[in-house]
């Protein structure tokens, strides 16, 4: 079974671009997490999607924003890129909640904002 | 909240030697436990995982004991090897509603030859 996958791998903005990230999940999972590592700040939970719906919401600003698709893909999107928002971008999938449900990780993107 | 509290890194050792990465958690109820390691260029893969008090997971020589009496998770193996060198993150999972997982800030091992 193919794990997660996320493209692109590796991304190069400017400050006040935008940008949008891509996750498939394992096949079968419908619960997708998006997580935000930087070495100072750790690992940060963005948000989850469950059938197409936001479940739950990091402490993050409006400009980071998402959705799911009916086939479970993720998308997310920041706008405005500061500086600060440089770090890995990792999404998650599990088969039906994060909470109960293990999770798996795809590879990351590595966004660096110039 | 919920939190995770990990040893500071980097821990470096020499191949063979006994590891110890040290793990407590805040949690209201019963987490769940886990061990998370990511390689270099790589995302997180799971390596091990408790569910309740008591239960040892393990995985690829490394262990860890759920003891809910100190709140720790603490993760261990006997002989370290050079390909054991990543981070390695502790995290929780409270069951409650849909919450993420709460990570510990990670851990940098290095073995060296």
């Known amino acids: 079974k193919a794990g997660v996958t996320q493209t692109p791998r590796y991304l190069i903005k400017t400050r006040g671009q935008q940008v949008t990230l891509s996750c498939s999940p394992i096949?079968?999972?419908?619960?997708v997490s998006w997580y935000q590592q930087t070495p100072g700040q750790g690992l940060q939970f963005l948000f989850e999607y469950f059938s197409e719906t936001q479940r739950n919401k990091g402490n993050f600003p409006g400009r980071f924003s998402g959705r799911q698709f009916s086939n479970s893909r993720s998308e997310m999107n920041v706008s405005t890129l500061e500086l600060g928002d440089s770090a890995l971008y990792l999404c998650?999938?599990?088969?039906?909640?994060?909470?109960?449900?293990?999770?798996?990780f795809g590879p990351g993107t590595r966004l660096t904002v110039l | 909240g919920d939190s995770v509290t990990q040893m500071e890194g980097p821990v470096t050792l020499s191949e063979e030697a006994f590891l110890t990465i040290n793990c407590t958690y805040t949690?209201?109820?019963?987490?769940?436990l886990f061990w998370y390691v990511q390689y270099p260029g790589e995302g997180l893969q799971l390596l091990l995982k408790?569910?309740?008090?008591?239960d040892k997971g393990s995985n690829k020589g490394f262990e860890a004991t759920y003891r809910k009496e100190t709140t720790s998770f603490h993760l261990e193996k006997g002989s370290v090897q050079v390909s054991d060198s990543a981070v390695y993150f502790c995290?929780?999972?409270?069951?409650?509603?849909?919450?993420?997982?709460?990570f510990g800030k990670g851990t940098r091992l290095s073995v060296i030859a």
């Open positions: 096949s079968g999972h419908r619960s």
């Open positions: 408790a569910t309740k008090a008591d």
């Open positions: 995290a929780l999972s409270d069951h409650s509603g849909n919450t993420p997982l709460v």
């Open positions: 949690a209201t109820g019963y987490p769940s």
């Open positions: 998650a999938s599990s088969f039906l909640t994060p909470s109960t449900d293990t999770q798996y």
